[in-house]
T-cell receptor, first 115, second 113 residues
Framework: ETGVTQTPRHLVMGMTNKKSLKCEQH?????MYWYKQSAKKPLELMFV???????ENNSVPSRFSPECPNSSHLFLHLHTLQPEDSALYLC??????????????FGPGTRLLVL | GENVEQHPSTLSVQEGDSAVIKCTYS??????FPWYKQELGKGPQLIID?????GEKKDQRIAVTLNKTAKHFSLHITETQPEDSAVYFC????????????FGGGTRLMVKP
């Protein structure tokens, strides 16, 4: 298992539901990320947090709302999603900074299905 | 910003043969190039990486080569085994604070027994 954990691993929700994805990293990293991975598409970076401050928001719809209470925890709050939001949502962490660490570590992902 | 292209998108080889996946990048300032393997139902896992001050790195059956002049790097897997079947992603990252990984589109490798 990696040093990045995600819960839940699978989630089915209706378009009117509100749910949250949780991510925790045990690696002492200072940056955390949310990626979306859809079938036959490259990894799409959604949000970046550096020392708890959001530094990137790649034109993600407001129905996705991230929260980073500390450098070890990251949440993605979901509300009124669309079927096309069904995908694998990956959390990742790394060191950011000049000469930053060996790489980005990924969690196992949450497989989301929106009905 | 950085742009990473990866080819081929799918690759099928016979067990025991070699597999090569190639990536090109656009930002000459990029100096760190990891490769990730993603098995079904799992997140991507780092398998090997290379920094721009080296031209080649090897770890058992896996090797990565880097050509900074041409801005391309490749993953080589020798003596492939069925358990090598997965999706492989290349990525590139610069050396400035705040720079993040830019990923290629992925290659689905299938090793036939």
């Amino acid at each position: 298992e990696t040093g990045v954990t995600q819960t839940p691993r699978h989630l089915v929700m209706g378009m009117t539901n509100k749910k949250s994805l949780k991510c925790e990293q045990h690696l002492g990293h200072n940056a955390m990320y949310w990626y979306k991975q859809s079938a036959k598409k490259p990894l799409e970076l959604m949000f970046v947090y550096n020392f708890k401050e959001q530094t990137e928001n790649n034109s993600v719809p407001s129905r996705f709302s991230p929260e980073c209470p500390n450098s070890s925890h990251l949440f993605l709050h979901l509300h009124t999603l669309q079927p096309e939001d069904s995908a694998l949502y990956l959390c990742a962490s790394s060191h950011l900074g000049v000469g930053g660490g060996p790489g980005t570590d990924f969690g196992p992902g949450t497989r989301l299905l929106v009905l | 910003g950085e742009n990473v292209e990866q080819h081929p998108s799918t690759l099928s080889v016979q067990e025991g043969d070699s597999a090569v996946i190639k990536c090109t990048y656009s930002d000459s300032a990029s100096n760190y190039f990891p490769w990730y393997k993603q098995e079904l139902g799992k997140g991507p896992q780092l398998i090997i990486d290379i920094r721009s001050n080296v031209g080649e790195k090897k770890d058992q059956r896996i090797a990565v080569t880097l050509n900074k002049t041409a801005k391309h790097f490749s993953l080589h897997i020798t003596e492939t085994q069925p358990e090598d079947s997965a999706v492989y992603f290349c990525a590139a990252r610069g050396n400035n604070a705040g720079n993040m990984l830019t990923f290629g589109g992925g290659t689905r490798l299938m090793v036939k027994p």
